[in-house]
C-alpha cells in the first residue's frame, strides 16, 4: 500500500515536473530580440560587404562595369534583408538545416570546398533560394511546409547545387552581357527611333530577354534537379518524385479549411459573433461571376521553375528503390509555425496570421502561446481600426483563392462593428491565459493599452520605450520598435 | 492600381545609360492613367482604371482596361486599340460595364503647324463600349457629335507655334444603368442634347433630343429615366424642371415644373431616389421672390433669400403622383422657431443648406453650416462719432461694413415622414474666422458635407469635411463616430465615398512621398 502510494506521488511529481518543463518550454520566448539579422548577423553583414567583391571577369570595360552594378545589387539585396531583420537566428532550426547539409556534404565531399552560409528567412512563402556565395536561404515557410526531412533535404540539395554549378554567378554574368550587348542596344534604339508602338516594342525586348534568360534558367532547374537526386543518392536520402508533385499544392495553403465554425473560435471570449458578419454583405464586383482572359500577363513559359508535373515526370524513374521517410521533429515544425505566426503579425498581415492559429488549434494545441498571439491579433485589429487602418491589417483576398472558412473569417475581421471589436478586445485583455505568460508578454497587454486609449495618445511612444527598457531580449520588442518614435 | 505598368519594366532593368533612361522616361511619358468608379443603383460596386499606353498612328492609340473589384483586388485587364479617347462615364449592371468616351481625332490634339491640323481628317463622336465580365468586349456604338471647334495657336515660344482645336461636348456625358433593363447615356454637343438608351447587348434602343438647357442631371428610377433640367440663365438657382422617360419605349411624361403653389421657384439640393420606395426625390429651398436668387456674399444670405425647404417624391407620371411637401419659415406652425430670414432660434444661427437626403424611416435631414452675425461696433461707433465729417463717415462704413459673421458647427435639420419640421442636432466643427458680411461666401465657407449610408444596417452618415477635420456623424444613433484630422506630423488626410456602408481614406505622406489607401467601415 505504501510502495502503491509512494509510487503515485512519485508519478505525480514527475507530472508535476513534466508538465513545468513544458509550460516552460511553451512559454519561453522563441529567440531573442537580438537573434534578429540586423543584430545578429551585424558582423556578417559588414563582412559580405567588405569581402563580396565584384571579380574582374571581362575585358569590356562596359561590360564590367555592368557585371559589377549587378553584383553590388545583389550584395545590397542581401546587406538590406539582414538591416530590415528579414532572417533570425535560432539554434534549434540552424542546427536541425545544418544537419541536412552536413549529411550532403559529407557523402558528396567532392562538390563542396566549404560549408555554407546558412540563412533562416522569415518569410511565409514555401521557398529556399541560392545567392551564389555560397550563401543559401532556406525559408520559414517551406520548414512548416514540408511533412519530412527527406523533402527538406531535396529543396536544400537542389538550391545547393545552383550554389555549386555556380547558376547565380552565372546569371549575373548573362545578365551583365545581355544588357551591354549589342543586341541590346540596337533594340533600344530601335525603340527610341520608332515614332509609334514604343511600349509595344519595349515590352518585347524585355519578354525576350526574359524569355532568353528563363529559357537558361529553366536547363539550370532540371540540371539542378539532376545533381540534387545524386547528391541525396549519395547521402542515402531517400528521394520520391511525388514531392515535386507536392511543391505544387503551395499555392492551396490557405484552402485548407478550419475543421469548426468560425464562431467556435471566439467562444471563449463571450462575444456572440453573428452570422451575418461572417456573409460577405458586399453588392461589388468581388461577388460576380468574373472570367477574365487577361490579355497582358506572362505566359506559362516565362515562369522561372519548370512546371512541378514536368519534373515529375522526369525524375520519376529516379525514385529511391525503397523510400523511408523521417518526419521532422515536432519542435522544430511548432517553433518555425510559432516564428512564421509572429512575423505574419508583426508585419500586420492579421487574417493569415489568424488563420494559422486557429489551424493549429485544430490540431489539438492548447499552447497559450496561441490564445496570447489570438489577443494580439484582435488588439492589432482594434488598434488598426482606430488608425484607419483595418482594411489593410485584414488583407481582403478574393474568394477563389481560399477556403470557405477562411473567407469567413475575413469577412469577420473586416464587418464585425467597430463596438464588438472593442468589446472583443477587452474580453480578450481579461482572458484566464494571462496568469500563465511570461513577463514580456504581459508587458504586451500594457502596451496595447496605451496604445489603443485615445486619452493615452500621448503616452504610446512612453509606452513602447518603456516596453523596450523592461523586456530588451524580448523578441516582441521588434513590435514595440514601430511605437518607439 | 495595384500591379503598376512599369513594375515588370524596371524590375529586370536597373539601367544608367542614356539610351535606356531616355527611352524609359520617354514610353513612361507618353502613357496616362485615370481612376474611376463604378456605380451600380448608385452603390459603388469597383474601380476601372483606363490606361493609355501608347500611339500606335498618327491618329490611334493602345489601351489597357483594369477592372478591379470594390476591395482594389485586379479582376481582369482588357486591351484594345482605338483613337483618340477620353473616358467620361462608367456604369455597370447584369454582368455588363458600359463605358462611356468623347472619341476624336483632334480633340486635347497638339499639331506642329496650321497645315497638318487643318489636313487631319476631323472626326469626333460619343462612344459607348460593352464590356462582359470575361474580358470580351460585346458592342461599340459611335454618335457623331459636333464639337463647336475651331483652330487656335497655343502660346508658343522662339517661333515654336503649337496649334490645337479648342471646343467641347458642351455637357458632359452621364451614363447611369436602369437596373434589370439597360443603360442611359446624355450628353450634349453644338447640335443639341440627347438622352440615348441601350439593352445589354448594346444595341440603340431610342435616342430622343432634349431642348438645351443650363444644366442636366440624369437619375434612373426603376423602369424610368428621369433628367433634372435648369433653365437657361434665368436663374442664379431654381428654374428647374423635371422631364421622365419610360426606358423601354422612350414615352415621354409630363413634365414638372420645380415651384409652389404660389409660383415660388424651388432651390436643388439634392436629386436621388428614396432608399425605400426607390422612386424619385427631390428637394432643396423655396426661393424668396423678391430676396432670392442673389446669394453670392454672407450678408445677402442673412436677410432672407428663402422662404423655406421643400421636399417633392414623384410616385409616379401623373401630376396627382406628385407627393409635395412645402415648410415655411415663420408661418407659427413649425417648432423650431425660424425668423422669416432664415434665423433659427434654437441653433441661434442662420443654416448655409448645403446637402440633404433621405433616410430609411422616410425622414429628409438637411444639413450645413451655421451662420452667426454681429454688428460691427467699432466701425459703427466710428462713423457716428465721424458723422459730421460728411464724407468720411460713409467712407468708414463702405470699406469696413456694419456686419461680421462667422461659420461656427454644423446643423442638422429634420423634416420627419408627417412633414414636420425638427432642430435635430449639431456637429461641433472648427469656427471660422469673423469676416466682413460683404465677403462672399464661398471664400468663407470651405465646408463641405455629404451623405453615405449602410443599406445592410439602414443606417446613414454624415460627413463633414472642415478645413481642419473630417467629422462623421452617425444620423440614427446622433453621435459623432469619428473625428479624422486632414494634417497629422507628414500625412494628409482625405476621404471619400466607397463601397457600401464604408468610405476610403487616402494618405498621403508629404516627407515620404507616398500615397496609402485604405476602405473602413462608417460603423
Known amino acids: 500500500m505504501l510502495l502503491h502510494y509512494r509510487f503515485k506521488v512519485s508519478n505525480l511529481i514527475i507530472c508535476i515536473f513534466l508538465f513545468c518543463q513544458i509550460s516552460k518550454a511553451q512559454n519561453q520566448s522563441l529567440y531573442a530580440f537580438h537573434d534578429l539579422s540586423k543584430f545578429y548577423f551585424k558582423t556578417q553583414r559588414d563582412s559580405l560587404k567588405k569581402n563580396w567583391e565584384c571579380p574582374q571577369i571581362f575585358t569590356n570595360k562596359t561590360t564590367q562595369k555592368k557585371f559589377k552594378e549587378i553584383w553590388d545589387s545583389r550584395t545590397e539585396f542581401v546587406t538590406g534583408a539582414i538591416d530590415d531583420n528579414d532572417f533570425v537566428y535560432d539554434a534549434e532550426l540552424y542546427n536541425f538545416i545544418n544537419k541536412i547539409i552536413a549529411d550532403l556534404r559529407k557523402s558528396n565531399a567532392s562538390l563542396f570546398t566549404q560549408s555554407p552560409f546558412l540563412i533562416i528567412d522569415r518569410s511565409a512563402s514555401v521557398n529556399a533560394y541560392a545567392l551564389g556565395g555560397n550563401v543559401l536561404a532556406v525559408n520559414l515557410g517551406l520548414i512548416t511546409f514540408v511533412q519530412s526531412r527527406e523533402e527538406l533535404a531535396l529543396v536544400i540539395a537542389h538550391e545547393l547545387s545552383h550554389n555549386i554549378l555556380k547558376h547565380p554567378e552565372n546569371s549575373m554574368k548573362e545578365r551583365a552581357e545581355w544588357l551591354t550587348s549589342d543586341e541590346y542596344k540596337n533594340s533600344i534604339n530601335a525603340v527610341l527611333d520608332s515614332k509609334y508602338e514604343r511600349y509595344s516594342r519595349l515590352k518585347k525586348v524585355i519578354e525576350t530577354y526574359t524569355f532568353s534568360r528563363n529559357k537558361h534558367s529553366r536547363y539550370h532547374e532540371s540540371d539542378a534537379d539532376s545533381l540534387a537526386i545524386v547528391m541525396l543518392r549519395n547521402s542515402h536520402i531517400s528521394f520520391d518524385p511525388e514531392f515535386f508533385l507536392r511543391l505544387d499544392s503551395t499555392d492551396n495553403e490557405y484552402k485548407l479549411p478550419l475543421k469548426n465554425p468560425v464562431k467556435n473560435y471566439f467562444a471563449s471570449y463571450n462575444i456572440p459573433i453573428e452570422d451575418a458578419w461572417l456573409i460577405k454583405r458586399s453588392k461589388g464586383l468581388s461577388s460576380r461571376n468574373y472570367n477574365f482572359q487577361d490579355t497582358s500577363s506572362i505566359s506559362d513559359s516565362f515562369k522561372t521553375h519548370p512546371d512541378c508535373i514536368e519534373r515529375f515526370e522526369k525524375t520519376k524513374n529516379m525514385a529511391s528503390p525503397t523510400i523511408t521517410l523521417t518526419p521532422i521533429p515536432a519542435s522544430i515544425k511548432e517553433k518555425a509555425n510559432k516564428m512564421l505566426i509572429w512575423n505574419m503579425y508583426d508585419n500586420l498581415s492579421l487574417t493569415p496570421c489568424l488563420y494559422r492559429i486557429f489551424l493549429e488549434k485544430d490540431k489539438g494545441n492548447t499552447d497559450t502561446w496561441y490564445d496570447f498571439m489570438t489577443f494580439n491579433v484582435i488588439a492589432g485589429l482594434y488598434y488598426s481600426n482606430q488608425q484607419l487602418n483595418r482594411f489593410n491589417a485584414v488583407g481582403i483576398i478574393p474568394k477563389e483563392y481560399i477556403s470557405k472558412t477562411y473567407y469567413e473569417l475575413q469577412n469577420l475581421l473586416e464587418q464585425i462593428p467597430s463596438d464588438k471589436l472593442e468589446q472583443l478586445y477587452k474580453s480578450a485583455s481579461a482572458g484566464g491565459f494571462w496568469g500563465k505568460m511570461p513577463a514580456d508578454a504581459n508587458g504586451m497587454k500594457t502596451l496595447f493599452s496605451a496604445l489603443t486609449d485615445n486619452n493615452k495618445n500621448n503616452q504610446a511612444t512612453a509606452a513602447a520605450k518603456d516596453y523596450l527598457s523592461t523586456n530588451p531580449s524580448s523578441m516582441y520588442c521588434e513590435f514595440a520598435e514601430h511605437f518607439k518614435k | ?523
Open chain 2, 1 to 523: 492600381m495595384k500591379n503598376q505598368i512599369l513594375t515588370l519594366l524596371l524590375c529586370f532593368f536597373c539601367v544608367n545609360t542614356i539610351a535606356q533612361t531616355k527611352v524609359f522616361k520617354e514610353v513612361s511619358d507618353d502613357i496616362s492613367t485615370e481612376t474611376k468608379a463604378i456605380i451600380q443603383d448608385n452603390s459603388l460596386v469597383g474601380y476601372i482604371v483606363f490606361t493609355r499606353l501608347e500611339k500606335t498612328s498618327e491618329d490611334s492609340f493602345n489601351y489597357k482596361i483594369t477592372l478591379m473589384d470594390e476591395n482594389l483586388n485586379d479582376i481582369g485587364t482588357v486591351n484594345f486599340r482605338e483613337i483618340g479617347l477620353d473616358l467620361e462615364a462608367v456604369s455597370f449592371d447584369q454582368d455588363v460595364l458600359c463605358l462611356a468616351y468623347l472619341k476624336s481625332t483632334t480633340h486635347g490634339k497638339t499639331f506642329n503647324n496650321k497645315k497638318q491640323a487643318k489636313h487631319t481628317d476631323k472626326k469626333d463622336y460619343v462612344l459607348t463600349q460593352f464590356l462582359t465580365l470575361n474580358g470580351t468586349i460585346i458592342k461599340s456604338n459611335e454618335i457623331p457629335v459636333d464639337l463647336n471647334s475651331s483652330l487656335q495657336m497655343q502660346s508658343a515660344e522662339w517661333g515654336a507655334r503649337k496649334f490645337q482645336y479648342d471646343g467641347d461636348l458642351k455637357h458632359r456625358i452621364q451614363l447611369t444603368n436602369v437596373s434589370g433593363r439597360g443603360f442611359a447615356c446624355f450628353y450634349g454637343d453644338a447640335d443639341g442634347c440627347n438622352l440615348v438608351a441601350y439593352d445589354f447587348k448594346g444595341t440603340q434602343l431610342w435616342k430622343k433630343n432634349i431642348d438645351d438647357k443650363q444644366q442636366f442631371a440624369l437619375l434612373a428610377s426603376k423602369a424610368d429615366v428621369y433628367l433634372l433640367q435648369k433653365e437657361k440663365d434665368k436663374y442664379i438657382e431654381g428654374g428647374g424642371y423635371l422631364s421622365g422617360f419610360n426606358f423601354d419605349d422612350g414615352k415621354a411624361f409630363p413634365r414638372i415644373k420645380l415651384e409652389d403653389n404660389e409660383g415660388r421657384s424651388l432651390s436643388l439640393i439634392s436629386f436621388g431616389n428614396d432608399p425605400v420606395t426607390g422612386n424619385p426625390f427631390i428637394s432643396g429651398n423655396i426661393i424668396n421672390k423678391s430676396r432670392g436668387n442673389k446669394i453670392l456674399t454672407i450678408k445677402s444670405y442673412t436677410q432672407g433669400p428663402y422662404d423655406g425647404i421643400y421636399t417633392m417624391d414623384v410616385n409616379g407620371h401623373n401630376k396627382k403622383d406628385i407627393k409635395q411637401t412645402f415648410v415655411y419659415w415663420n408661418d407659427g406652425s413649425q417648432k423650431p422657431t425660424i425668423s422669416s430670414k432664415g434665423y433659427i432660434e434654437e441653433a441661434k444661427s442662420f443654416t448655409l443648406i448645403s446637402d440633404a437626403f433621405r433616410d430609411y424611416d422616410g425622414n429628409t435631414y438637411f444639413v450645413g453650416s451655421q451662420l452667426i452675425k454681429k454688428p460691427k461696433i467699432v466701425a459703427i461707433a466710428a462713423s457716428v462719432v465721424t458723422l459730421p465729417l460728411i464724407i468720411v463717415s460713409p467712407m468708414i462704413l463702405a470699406m469696413t461694413g456694419t456686419m461680421k459673421c462667422k461659420f461656427t458647427d454644423a446643423s442638422i435639420i429634420k423634416l420627419s415622414s408627417k412633414g414636420v419640421l425638427s432642430f435635430d442636432n449639431a456637429i461641433t466643427c472648427n469656427n471660422s474666422k469673423f469676416v466682413r458680411g460683404a465677403t462672399y461666401i464661398t471664400y468663407v465657407n470651405s465646408r463641405s458635407f455629404y451623405s453615405l449610408d449602410n443599406s445592410d444596417s439602414k443606417s446613414n452618415y454624415i460627413i463633414a469635411d472642415d478645413l481642419k477635420n473630417i467629422m462623421i456623424y452617425n444620423v440614427n444613433q446622433k453621435k459623432l463616430v469619428r473625428t479624422i484630422p486632414h494634417k497629422a506630423g507628414n500625412l494628409r488626410t482625405t476621404i471619400a465615398p466607397a463601397k457600401d456602408g464604408h468610405f476610403m481614406v487616402i494618405e498621403y505622406n508629404k516627407k515620404e512621398k507616398y500615397t496609402s489607401l485604405s476602405i473602413e467601415a462608417l460603423n
